[in-house]
């Protein structure tokens, strides 16, 4: 079955600082690729999604990029703020979404 | 617009002890996920439906049953606690399908001695 890799497990950054999360995936027919941010106490939020047949997604200071031929993903913030810190999730879908096991990423004021 | 509830937030169970956890939407979504949240493991899939009336097996469904009577509501049953379900429990839906956006309750928080 599939299996989505993300890395790393803890990210800390200095606000203003650029972010990157990377994801790998293994089933070649995943054709959905989400990113869910989740705040202390609270259920996942979809931030940004991409799908198989785009290469680069950009929505604001967040943006994705998909390499289908390595099967990997990346999640990129840029101009961090104390408000990004939060655990991130990808995942990779195709008729299930399967997640990746989270990266918690913390800004430093 | 609720989007999706969970009942209860938290509950504490004894070993062998039965429960069941209600997700409910107002989105009018026909998918419906179960899913436990554990330190370092990400979400992993219990249980999810294609629609009213139907169940499906994820992930990691041993332990549990489920329900989905009506389109709105979908029931996570644990018909004899153990440790090892001690979780945080999220529910999910979307539309048209798992491809899709999904939205996601606030979870409930189990505890098993």
């Known amino acids: 079955g599939e299996n989505v890799e993300q890395h790393p497990s803890t990210l800390s950054v200095q606000e203003g600082d650029s972010a990157v999360i990377k994801c790998t995936y293994s089933d070649s027919a995943s054709n959905y690729f989400p990113w869910y941010k989740q705040e202390l106490g609270k259920g996942p939020q979809l931030i940004i999604d991409?799908?198989?047949?785009?290469g680069e997604k950009k929505d604001q200071r967040i943006a994705v990029t998909l390499n289908k031929t390595a099967k990997h993903f990346s999640l990129h913030i840029t101009e961090t703020q104390p408000e990004d810190s939060a655990v991130y999730f990808c995942?990779?879908?195709?008729?299930?979404?399967?997640f990746g096991p989270g990266t918690s990423l913390s800004v430093i004021p | 617009n609720a989007g999706v509830t969970q009942t209860p937030k938290f509950r504490v169970l004894k070993t062998g002890q039965s429960m069941t956890l209600l997700c409910a939407q107002d989105m009018n979504h026909e998918y419906m996920y179960w899913y436990r949240q554990d330190p370092g493991m990400g979400l992993r899939l219990i249980h999810y439906?294609?629609?009213?009336?139907?169940?499906a097996k994820g992930e990691v469904p041993d332990g549990y049953n489920v329900s989905r009577l009506k389109k709105q509501n979908f029931l996570l049953g644990l018909e004899s606690a153990a440790p090892s379900q001690t979780s945080v429990y999220f529910c999910a839906s979307s539309y048209p399908g798992p491809s899709y956006e999904q939205y996601f309750g606030p979870g409930t928080r189990l505890t098993v001695t």
């Open positions: 995942a990779a879908s195709n008729d299930k979404v399967i």
């Open positions: 439906s294609v629609g009213e009336g139907t169940t």
């Open positions: 991409i799908r198989s047949n785009v």
